[in-house]
């Protein structure tokens, strides 16, 4: 999957720790929309957190609805390989990619100060 475009949209708490959400636009055809999250790295870069697919849409979520699952993490479908370990070059490159989408270093270097 690639990025075509992303966004910092706001900041979040994330396992007790602020976390920038990134909106982004991904040409997989199942996941063309997910939330990126990203927190400081020890090494004065961002650490991709989590990503979750968002299912969620005013139609049917307006009310408690138990149909489906509006916010489903899928960090370890993404970047699984065959044999069931992190693909931590495949993560690595799509950190990258939405890291340079747009201002989203700049917007993270900003709100996650």
Not at 30 to 39: G, I, S
Not at 65 to 93: C, P, V
Request: aromatic content about 8%; charged content about 35%.
């Amino acid at each position: 999957m690639n990025v075509i475009e992303a966004h910092v949209s706001r900041v979040v708490d994330k396992e007790g720790r602020p976390s920038g959400e990134v909106k982004v636009q991904t040409d997989d055809p199942q996941c063309e929309q997910v939330l990126a999250y990203f927190q400081h790295s020890e090494d004065r870069d961002y650490d991709l957190v989590s990503i979750v697919r968002s299912d969620a849409d005013l139609l049917t979520d307006w009310f408690d609805n138990s149909m489906h699952t509006a916010y489903e993490d899928i960090t370890m479908q993404w970047f699984e390989n065959e044999s069931l370990k992190t693909d931590w070059g495949r993560r690595e490159t799509f950190k990258q990619q939405v890291l340079e989408s747009g201002q989203v270093r700049e917007d993270l270097k900003r709100l996650l100060r």
